[in-house]
């Protein structure tokens, strides 16, 4: 499985951003994609996710202002990401879990400036 995240860059503190994050390879019909964050010095964090179903789960400081979304056809996973904040300011990276597995894509900067 090969993941191909997109969309990060630079922002000011209010502005918005969309990741995009594509998978190829063997996948199966149900699985989860998502996103998780990497800021210096600090552990990866759970950013959201969404089951192939449809459900979400999202980290309480994103809860209102990000919004996950996938196209099961294109197999594909975006993350809108509004009113961002310095705070946010991390290596997003992309995951799809399935059959008891993980694949990471290569992440893609966000830095927000305040």
């Known amino acids: 499985v090969q993941l191909q995240a997109s969309g990060g860059g630079s922002v000011q503190s209010g502005g918005s951003l969309r990741l995009s994050c594509a998978a190829s390879?063997?996948?199966?019909?149900?699985?989860?994609m998502g996103w998780y964050r990497q800021a210096p010095d600090k552990q990866r964090e759970l950013v959201a996710v969404m089951a192939s179903g449809g459900s979400a789960n999202y980290a309480d400081s994103v809860k209102g202002r990000f919004t996950i979304s996938r196209d099961n056809a294109k197999n594909t996973v975006y993350l809108q990401m509004n009113s961002l904040k310095p705070e946010d300011t991390a290596v997003y990276l992309c995951?799809?879990?399935?059959?008891?597995?993980?694949?990471w894509g290569q992440g893609t900067l966000v830095t927000v400036s305040s």
């Open positions: 390879g063997s996948i199966f019909s149900i699985n989860i």
């Open positions: 995951v799809l879990q399935q059959r008891g597995t993980a694949s």
